[in-house]
């Protein structure tokens, strides 16, 4: 994962430095740092944890400079302290870097039989080293050259020099990285939002490429060092706002946002007049797809399962689902007639990126469903839908989420109808039902109250379990992924129907079993699959559309959402369990924006 940024300017750049490490730390907050240059000297400034200390070491002892890089950390090698923290400098280089150098051990050991000393635990520091050694002989630019190809991995770099003292390099293999232009003062960051704030003008290294930036201008060479061009972009305008406002943290923010990004969402899609959606350009012609493969991680994938129960009964076309970072190295049978489509909110992650690579390399058409539309992934897919939610803050993605469902559903809907597998009255109907999601979203965000009572009840559990089936079972998987991730404490979400399979030895008296029945065909089934966690003293937490289900004396809580059309009721039964997750992780004392050890951008598999 992990954040860079270079800045080459006019003017000193350590504030700079600083206000884009705070936008990148979404990607790592292990640790922090930003090496600077000035009259040849490299100062350098790191610190453990957030970048409000480095800030505050910067304000005791200010960096001077014209020239810098910064870096947020997401360990990979090396515990996150301060030694470990980037940059990584010698007497000559300073080096950021995001990504991981697969090599670093044997590099390691090559240059300790020389009499070459390690500081810290990193593979970055081979990057370092190298580069010094190479120095010797060569000029910055073919140092660095050298220096890439003795490299295995993944990963994205930022170099300063010594003796150079008006330049940065930037090189890319597999970890993106982004220029930006402005008058007397170019950038390198890991992204374009890094920059944002600096400047909308943009190009974006291709994989295997490098820049050198001068406060004046940005070269480009490809993998062979021959001089390239670029295209400069102008990026598009946030969508969101990227301070918490009223909100103590940006989760509830951005749950509390989700009936108008969900409204933007159709919006963007959905004919209101016309009573029909707006998506061309398919890269396959409708009738002709065999079959459809969604793949993304974590969250994504949770959407991307929710999806499969969704084309399975509305079209005719056949669907897996895939864990990219389990795709990405199958022996997959990849057939043209297929479409591949990638979720991402980020559009970096890794594993997902690759897949996607995979798919380009075997000659089949693929669509990405992302937040960031200038982001690698959708940069690389033949077709993109953006979910239109804003900018995502909080690591854990909640917004995202429904954004994905929506469009996975009104493209899901699309195709039923240009197929005929749906008739147009069915069509128009479930166009109808869709564009009240917005205001039954936000009649479920008024049961807060009753869900900070809830939370109450998982402080002190031992573990917690949900269950759902049909749809419900991503939702289910998706309240434990929350859970889990922003309080730590042990979740796991399962099809209902599963349990006596073996999860049903986890129940005892008391635990927090949270059972999804909305009133739709597996209802009077979860019911019978709950009773058998109450006779086994599991504490149950009922979660329904159902009016009609009178809450028993063996429900602990019991919670109504809005009762909407079957095919839409998982997104409005994910608002209480995203909401749940905030509370208990508030409960718990738990950053909830940067939960411990993740990061809101995953960028190495
Ligand atoms: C969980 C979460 C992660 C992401 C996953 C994929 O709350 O946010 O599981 O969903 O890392 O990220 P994207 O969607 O950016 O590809």
């Known amino acids: 994962m992990c954040g860079i940024i270079g800045i080459a300017s006019n003017k000193p750049v350590s504030i700079n430095i600083i206000n884009s490490l705070k936008k990148l730390e979404y990607r790592g907050y292990d640790s922090a740092g930003l090496a600077t240059l000035k009259d040849n000297i490299i100062n350098e400034k790191k610190c453990s944890g957030r970048v409000e200390e480095l800030e505050k070491i910067l304000f005791k002892t200010p960096s001077n400079g014209n020239i810098g890089i910064g870096h947020v950390r997401w360990a990979t090698h090396g515990i996150p302290n301060i030694v470990n923290a980037h940059p990584h400098s010698s007497e000559q280089v300073s080096v950021v870097h995001n990504g991981i150098i697969e090599n670093s ?25 190298l580069i010094t050694e190479a120095l010797k002989a060569s000029k910055p630019l073919e140092s660095v050259f050298k220096t890439l190809k003795k490299l295995k991995g993944s990963f994205a770099l930022g170099i300063i020099f010594k003796n150079f003292s008006n330049i940065i390099i930037g090189a890319r293999r597999g970890s993106p990285l982004a220029v930006g232009y402005s008058k007397n003062e170019n950038y390198i960051g890991s992204d374009s939002y890094a920059l944002k704030s600096m400047t909308n003008k943009i190009s974006y290294l291709d994989d295997g490429e490098l820049c050198v930036l001068t406060k004046d201008e940005v070269s480009f060479y490809d993998s062979r060092l021959k001089k390239v061009n670029k295209k400069i972009l102008t990026m598009s305008e946030n969508e969101g706002s990227t301070d918490k406002g009223e909100y103590k943290h940006f989760m509830i923010k951005e749950i509390v946002e989700q009936p108008l990004t969900v409204k933007n969402c159709i919006d963007e899609y959905v004919d209101s007049l016309k009573k029909n ?20 991680c974590g969250t994504a994938y949770n959407s991307c399962l929710t999806a499969k129960y969704w084309f399975e009964e509305l079209t005719s076309i056949d669907v897996e689902i895939d864990i990219a970072s389990e795709f ?14 990638f979720v991402s909110q980020s559009g970096e992650t890794a594993d997902t990126a690759a897949a996607l690579d995979i798919c380009k390399k075997n000659n089949v058409k693929t669509c990405s469903i992302v937040n960031v539309i200038e982001s690698t992934i959708a940069r690389n897919s033949d077709w993109v839908l953006p979910i239109h939610a804003g900018i995502e803050i909080g690591v854990a993605s909640t917004k995202a989420f429904l954004g994905q469902l929506t469009v996975l559903y009104i493209l899901c809907l699309k195709l039923a109808f240009i197929r005929k597998d749906i008739d147009g009255n069915n069509y128009v109907k479930n166009i109808i039902n869709l564009k009240k999601l917005p205001e039954a979203i936000k009649t479920c965000l008024k049961s807060e109250s009753n869900i900070q009572l809830m939370a109450k009840e998982f402080v002190s559990a031992k573990g917690s379990m949900f269950l759902g089936r049909g749809s419900s079972y991503p939702i289910a998987l998706e309240g434990a992924l929350k859970l889990k991730e922003l309080s730590y404490l042990h979740a796991e979400g399962y099809p209902a129907g599963e349990m006596k399979h073996g999860p049903l030895a986890l129940i005892e008296e008391g635990l927090p079993v949270i059972v999804i029945a909305p009133k739709d065909k597996y209802f009077e089934k979860t019911i019978s699959n709950m009773q058998e966690v109450i006779a086994r003293g599991g504490k149950i937490i009922f979660i329904t559309d159902n009016k009609k289900e009178s809450l028993n004396e063996n429900i602990r809580f019991g919670l109504r959402v809005p009762h909407v059309d079957n095919f839409l009721s998982p997104v409005l039964l994910t608002l209480p369990l995203q909401m749940l997750a905030y509370h208990v992780a508030l409960l718990k004392n738990c950053d909830v924006d940067k939960p411990r050890n993740l990061a809101k951008s995953v960028t190495v598999e």
């Open 105 to 129: 051990d044997e590099i390691k050991k090559d240059l300790e039989s020389k009499g070459i000393k390690f500081k810290s635990q990193t593979d970055t520091e081979v990057v370092t080293l």
């Open 277 to 296: 959606i707006n998506i061309v350009n398919f890269p396959i012609e409708p009738q002709k797809i065999n079959k459809i493969i969604l793949i993304g």
């Open 328 to 341: 990405r190295y199958r022996k997959i049978k990849f057939n043209s007639n297929n479409l591949y489509i």
